[in-house]
């Protein structure tokens, strides 16, 4: 079993940044076996992929978020953290981190475990 913890959301003016951190533990979980990946829902909407990363640190994204949002990954702290510039309020959500181990896909049923969510809101 894996737990997933998400921080770093809030409230941020459009063209501001935010940084999201994911926090992956669980005794018999190992961190550099999975991929990770960021998922957002918007009231109303489904949960839609944002970015993914694999173990070697290859990355992949949805054309939306390319050239604003980073994705990455520290194995020594057992992160995933998604640096997100030149926000949009239509980037505003909750954020969800995922993990899976069959392969770099946007599809949700690919990644069995899931965080909480942290509330991200792009408004003046």
């Known amino acids: 079993q894996a737990q997933l913890v998400e921080s770093g959301g809030g409230l941020v003016q459009p063209g501001g940044s935010l940084r999201l951190s994911c926090a992956a533990s669980g005794r018999t979980f190992s961190f550099s076996r999975y991929i990770m990946a960021w998922f957002r829902q918007a009231p109303g909407k489904e949960r839609e992929f944002v970015a993914a990363?694999?173990?070697?640190?290859?990355?992949y994204s949805v054309d939306s978020v390319k050239g604003r949002f980073t994705i990455s990954r520290d194995s020594a702290k057992n992160t995933v953290d998604l640096q997100m510039d030149s926000l949009k309020p239509e980037d505003t959500a909750v954020y969800y981190c995922?993990?899976?181990?069959?392969?770099?896909?946007?599809?949700?049923?690919?990644?069995?475990?899931w965080g909480q969510g942290t509330q991200v809101t792009v408004s003046s």
């Open positions: 990363i694999s173990r070697s640190g290859g990355t």
């Open positions: 995922a993990a899976g181990t069959l392969g770099m896909t946007a599809n949700r049923s690919a990644y069995p475990y």
